[in-house]
């Protein structure tokens, strides 16, 4: 149960740029090589701002998932579905939402800020209120304890943390819980109970979280232990009852390098990005004509990288030999602009070339996406529907 996995989701915003290749997408790849991962769209989550255009959600998806495909999340080792075909996560949302204080929706940060940044939509909605505990259900639902994503969804995933701790505090309970807890240390056998008592003394006095570590990790490897047994000794270490669900982590990725043609963040609706699948001809266009910097109006204008955004492309796509060529030849107008540009041209157009090939022979291949999606959602749903069993129960839900 300890075992990290790995669960992230992007709301469907169809075909990807450089931007989303660097910040995410790259450690995705990255982690689904170490970790158990799962990725999903998140489509309910983009009708909590798009609910008046919902026609453009399909093609958004599937564009979407070519691209991480193309870029190299791999379906044999990442589990990728779309999180509307996994309906439990609804009857997840739909139970924590009974409690859930409003009180504790209405102060995560991005609910004002959003609201008042989109002033051109009536965003004075139920499920738009409600957007960070349906990502708590996200999460919570496959007992994901590790969250990669940027550092505008700190907030979310804190929230999530909290309703998943109250959650166990309301119900994880059962009665006669410690004399159970205590069967299952003795079960564990004499030197393991005597070791796991020991931690859990360390932690609960001291707070020693590496003897909780520990705790856990000796858990994590006894085999002989029934599920419920498991999961009352992991709460148990921590004083409470059992723990139903997992409190999840953000893992934090390290913020992209990798800035839009005129140095701001990149996005598709700020006109200052370049599409995974961008022509070439228009990459070369897009940074040619990139801003450069300010000062340096004629050629032989002595210029600063700091204050130009090809530098910031030289530190994602250039060696630290190219660097110094730019660098040196920019403060001394040793180089053009156009000189300079032309590295990073090749860069990026060498990147893009393996991602192009193999997003074009999945467009023309969609039966195979489609198939990918379908697996992953059926794997998907598998592991939702465990949890959705333990919180029924936990509940009081599972009768009839
Ligand atoms: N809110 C996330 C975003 O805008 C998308 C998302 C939805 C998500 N559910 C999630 C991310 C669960 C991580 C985990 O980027
Ligand atoms: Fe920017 Fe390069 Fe021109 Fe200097 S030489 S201003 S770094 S494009």
Not at 356 to 380: F, S, Y
Request: proline letters at 5%; one cysteine or more.
């Amino acid at each position: 149960m300890y075992v990290d996995r790995v669960l992230s989701g992007m709301r469907p915003t169809g075909s990807l740029h450089l931007g989303h290749y660097h910040g995410v997408l790259k450690n995705w790849v990255r982690l689904q090589h170490e970790f158990e991962c799962l990725f999903f769209v998140a489509d309910w989550h983009a009708l909590t701002t798009h609910y008046d255009s919902p026609g453009d959600i399909e093609d958004s998806v599937w564009q979407m998932v070519i691209d991480w495909l193309a870029a190299g999340v791999d379906p044999t080792k990442s589990t990728l579905f779309i999180q509307s075909k996994v309906i439990e996560h609804a009857e997840l949302h739909l139970l924590l939402s009974m409690m859930t204080p409003l009180g504790w929706l209405e102060r995560v940060p991005t609910y004002k800020d959003q609201q008042e940044k989109l002033t051109e939509k009536d965003l004075s909605t139920y499920g738009f209120l409600g957007y960070p505990l349906l990502q708590s259900a996200d999460i919570l639902i496959y007992r994901a304890n590790q969250v990669p994503v940027g550092e505008d969804q700190v907030p979310h995933i804190e929230f999530a943390r909290e309703i998943a701790r109250r959650f166990n505090h309301l119900y994880g309970k059962e009665p006669g819980y410690e004399e159970k807890a205590e069967a299952a240390v003795k079960h564990l056998g004499g030197k393991k109970a005597k070791l796991y008592r020991d931690l859990r003394t360390r932690y609960q006095q001291s707070g020693d979280e590496a003897a909780l570590d520990s705790a856990r990790a000796l858990l994590g490897e006894t085999q002989n232990l029934s599920l419920g047994d498991r999961e009352r000794l992991y709460g148990y270490l921590e004083g409470g009852g059992k723990m139903i669900l997992t409190e999840p982590q953000a893992l934090l990725t390290e913020a992209s390098k990798m800035p839009g043609l005129d140095g701001q963040k990149m996005s598709k609706s700020y006109g200052n990005a370049i599409a995974l699948r961008e022509e070439p001809d228009m990459v070369v266009k897009k940074i040619r004509t990139m801003p450069t910097d300010p000062a340096r109006v004629r050629r032989t204008d002595p210029g600063s990288p700091d204050r130009c955004p090809v530098w910031q492309f030289h530190q994602v796509y250039s060696s630290p030999d190219v660097r110094d060529w730019v660098h040196q030849g920019c403060i001394s107008a040793g180089i053009g602009c156009i000189e300079c540009k032309q590295p990073v041209i090749d860069g990026v157009l060498k990147e893009l070339a393996p991602i192009q090939a193999r997003a074009q022979a999945l467009t023309e291949d969609l039966d195979t996406v489609k198939n990918i999606i379908a697996d992953g959602c059926d794997k998907a749903r598998d592991l939702a529907r465990e949890t959705m069993r333990d919180v029924r129960e936990a509940m009081g839900l599972n009768f009839g």
